[in-house]
């Protein structure tokens, strides 16, 4: 650990620790796991039959990283779906011999089980035809999302001449591996606390509750300044219609120095069985970072309940599960 001497509070004690970017989520009455892992050289797999089972059960690699070419560094930020009968996960990844020309990948798995089934490589994510933009730059978070009949991904894509800048962009799909529509841009780092070290926008999730889409996303370099930014829609809307889009002008979940989680982001969230919305969420024990912070193998994942109130998602540390 880079920091041993850290504050240990009832709000810091991970819910699986080492594991960032964390995704859950419960598909066929069953849940499932997967996360960044400190070396992003694999992709790993949890399931239990409870939300708090994930936290002990045994963790399975199902996909390991190529020695070189695309696919060989920097694996990044698994999504598992179900979609069309066939498991997939999407993810992202770079090379050794390029290491930031970070791309989205997709695998997947025809049997019944993902963490016993066989999973094959599909390639990159193949964009519309007609598209000449999405992933020709630094590309990664991608996430994937129904609604009204129709599927839609999200991801964040650096542009730029002279700053890179990371925007969010959306896109309907036409199948699990390919762009029915070229990128549209969703939201651009525009308020200064998306703006500290670098201009970022990146790792959205999508929950549909109570007539209304909610889209969160995170924000700035990934030191303590990381935090969570908000958009939303009503549900009758088109995702694709920029217009139906709010965005907040503040950020929605910040570092909490009292309470020990710093650098709060790149969550997820999911339901249970009675509708109830939670989010997974990275954060770390402790402000001061040795090295790069995005080495820094102490991004441990945390699970909250989300509360709702004035039509809007409530991210509260009282409502975190699993406290020490």
Known sequence: MNNSNYLKTAWNTPFIPRRADPYIRRIDGRWYFTASVPAYDCIILRTADTLEGLRNAPEQQVWQAHDCGCMSRHIWAPELHRLDGSWYIYFAAGERDDPWKIRPWVLRCRDEDPITGRWEECGMLERASGDEYSFEAFSLDMTVFQLNGKRYCIWAEKVGAGRMISNL??????????????????????????????WVNEGPTVVEHQGRVYMTYSASDTSAAYCMGLLWMEADADPMDIAAWHKLSKPVFVTDAE????????????????????????????DEIVGDPLYDPNRHCFVMRVAFENGLPVFSLENQLFQG
Do not use: C
């Open 169 to 198: 962009y959306i896109a309907e799909m036409e199948t699990p591996l390919k762009l029915k529509t070229p990128q549209m841009l969703l939201t651009s780092p525009t308020y200064a606390w998306e703006r500290h070290g670098f």
């Open 259 to 286: 309470k020990g989680i710093y650098g709060p982001g790149h969550n997820t969230f999911f339901t249970d069985e009675e509708g109830a919305v939670y989010t997974s969420y990275h954060a770390r024990p402790y």
